[in-house]
Every structure is written in structure tokens, then in C-alpha cells.
């Protein structure tokens, strides 16, 4: 979890930079090359993110099917917070590698410049409500790992 959040703001800083970089053309290279490598680690990020809550699900039901006396009910509410979570970070990776495509695009001559702006401004609103229902979903799933393994740590 503490990776998927300094993975997040890594991410949330080569965001801007991709912005910045548009404008003022910082990057040495070719400003393409920056898009990429931030696009790696954007992707892992969000990778991350979605794995570290399918892990936990998984374990979840695991967990459950060994207690059986604890019900269904927190499995189910692991489920609604991956209801919450998966769209809108599939939505803003989806917005994230089309803005960094037509950035190529727009840097080689092939398409508008509003094009980038607006994807990009899609983006970071996506990236901002994303991260905000990530964090959101971690503290829930969290205090669903808690009130599970109760009974366990009160017994120690």
C-alpha cells in the first residue's frame, strides 16, 4: 500500500511535468521520451493499485471461507469498494495514454494542439478523483482487514 502511494505521487509529479513540459520544453530530448518514461511509471502505479485490491479481495475470501462464522457481509463490502475503485482508474489510464499519443501527435504535426489540452485536462481531473477514491479504498479496505482479524487480536 505505502508503494502504491509513492508510486501515485510520482506519477502526480510527472503529470505535471508532461503539462510543463509541453509549454516550456525542458526535457533535453526529445519531449516524447519524457511522456514515455512518466507513461511506464504511470502504468505500474495504477497496476499496482488494482492489484493490491484484487490481493486483498482474494485474501478476504480466503480468510472468510476458513471463519465461516464471520459471514459474507465483509466480503461483499470488499467488492463494493472494487465497484467504486476500478472505473474511474481505468478511465483516467485509458485518458492518461491517449493524451501521451496525441501528445506524440502533436509534437510530430499530426493534430491540434487543443487535442492535448484537452485530454489533458480530462486527465488530471480524472487522476485527482482516481486518486481521491484510491485512498479512499484503501483506508475502507483496511478497516475491513481490522474488523476481520478482530477476534484474532483480541485474543493475543
Do not use: C
Not at 489510464?93 to 501527435?105: E, K, P, Y
Amino acid at each position: 500500500m505505502i508503494l502504491s502511494y509513492i508510486m501515485v505521487s510520482i506519477s502526480s509529479a510527472g503529470l505535471v511535468l508532461i503539462g510543463l513540459n509541453h509549454y516550456f520544453h525542458f526535457w533535453a530530448q526529445n519531449h516524447i521520451t519524457l511522456d514515455l518514461l512518466i507513461s511506464i511509471i504511470f502504468i505500474a502505479a495504477e497496476t499496482l493499485v488494482m492489484f493490491f485490491f484484487v490481493g486483498t479481495g482474494v485474501n478476504i475470501r480466503e480468510y472468510l471461507e476458513s471463519h465461516p462464522e464471520l459471514g459474507k457481509d465483509l466480503y461483499q463490502q470488499m467488492y463494493a469498494i472494487k465497484r467504486k475503485l476500478y472505473p474511474p482508474t481505468m478511465m483516467v489510464t485509458i485518458l492518461f495514454m491517449a493524451m501521451v499519443i496525441l501528445d506524440g501527435a502533436f509534437f510530430i504535426g499530426k493534430v491540434s494542439e487543443w487535442w492535448f489540452h484537452g485530454l489533458y485536462l480530462l486527465t488530471v481531473y480524472y487522476f485527482y478523483k482516481a486518486t481521491t477514491v484510491q485512498h479512499a479504498s484503501f483506508k475502507e479496505s483496511t478497516e475491513i482487514v481490522l474488523a476481520m482479524t478482530q477476534p484474532e487480536r483480541s485474543d493475543s
